[in-house]
């Protein structure tokens, strides 16, 4: 698990403007972290507010979400994505 999270770091670190991989990494946080692990990854997302990623960008640009906070965008962006089983 602890790979996981170095990857999704480097990811971050790469990119801090890609939504997509906030809420990539969050849903991971969901399915294996704790409470503070998915607080830690909320605050980070909330401090960078990306702007970018294919569906970041598709779902914070929607009429019905242009009043939703960044760690509203990732949370509903979260439950959307599909991890492969």
């Not at 170095?6 to 704790?34: C, P, Q, V």
């Not at 692990?37 to 970018?52: F, G, I, M, S």
């Amino acid at each position: 698990m602890e790979r996981a999270r170095e990857w999704f770091a480097r990811a971050i670190n790469i990119d801090l403007d890609n939504g997509d991989a906030f809420a990539t990494w969050y849903k991971f946080e969901l399915s294996h972290g704790t409470p503070e692990e998915q607080e830690r990854v909320l605050k980070k997302c909330t401090d960078v507010e990306p702007r970018h990623g294919e569906k970041w960008a598709e779902m914070s640009k929607d009429v019905a979400n242009w009043k939703k906070r960044p760690e509203e965008i990732l949370k509903q962006l979260a439950t959307q994505i599909v991890i492969p089983t």
